[in-house]
């Protein structure tokens, strides 16, 4: 697991008219921490900091160093403003160690499909996250897939994933995670074989009484 260390000031003049625009104008994000049966602590990182968290991913465990002391914290939620794109608030939830969480983790595809040379398929990566269930300690910060014995006709479904020592599969176990799809003008080259009628030698024939006679 992943983990980051920024440092965090309390944020005070809550209510106070202009006190986020001012914030802003700082290279600063208004944040909360919260959870953790203890009480919500407003606080201001800077958006440099804040880069680095999403750079490093979701499940990155964060250090935030604070004048009382430190908490670590999973961020959760990040807004940005409609118009700028810029961070306005971020959210950030308290850990331990030793808890055990719910969360979703990005799938990640490695290797490489013979038949998508051969056959010129194509990979369609359907389920781009799964949920599991770990210690926070063991949170992985990606699952990693490998697709390389993946063929026309054999996926592979969340249940197929290999996981790590200590991390429980919460999504479906059917649910299809990647599979190969033919290119459309194999598909209709296909189809078009498959609908085309007998020919004059194959073709069924009527003798004299109107039975129904193979061709030679």
Do not use: W
């Not at 013979?114 to 949920?131: C, F, N, Q, S, Y």
């Not at 919460?170 to 498959?194: G, N």
């Not at 609908?195 to 024939?205: F, L, M, N, R």
């Amino acid at each position: 697991m992943e983990e980051l260390n920024i440092t965090a000031t309390i944020r005070t003049g809550e209510g106070v008219k202009g006190e986020l625009s001012k914030i802003r104008a700082e290279k600063k994000v208004p944040a909360v921490i919260y959870g953790g049966h203890k009480n919500p602590v407003s606080i201001t990182i800077s958006v440099k900091d804040l880069e680095k968290i999403v750079k490093a991913g979701k499940n990155t465990i964060v250090e935030i160093n604070l004048p009382e002391g430190k908490e670590q914290a999973l961020i959760k939620e990040i807004q940005y403003h409609v118009v700028t794109d810029l961070p306005i608030h971020a959210d950030f939830q308290r850990v331990s160690l030793k808890d055990t969480m719910d969360v979703v983790v990005p799938v990640k595809l490695v290797g490489e499909c013979a038949d998508v040379k051969t056959h010129g398929a194509m990979v369609e990566h359907i389920l781009r996250e799964i949920e599991v269930r770990a210690l926070v300690s063991n949170i992985p910060h990606e699952i990693e897939v490998d697709i390389t014995n993946v063929t026309i006709t054999s996926g592979i479904s969340a249940g197929d994933i290999k996981l790590p020592k200590g991390v429980e599969l919460i999504t479906d176990a059917q649910a299809p995670v990647v599979h190969l799809a033919l290119p459309k003008e194999e598909v209709a080259s296909a189809t078009d074989a498959a609908a085309q009628p007998e020919s004059s030698s194959t073709k069924g024939k009527k003798d004299a009484d109107g039975n129904l006679t193979k061709g030679k």
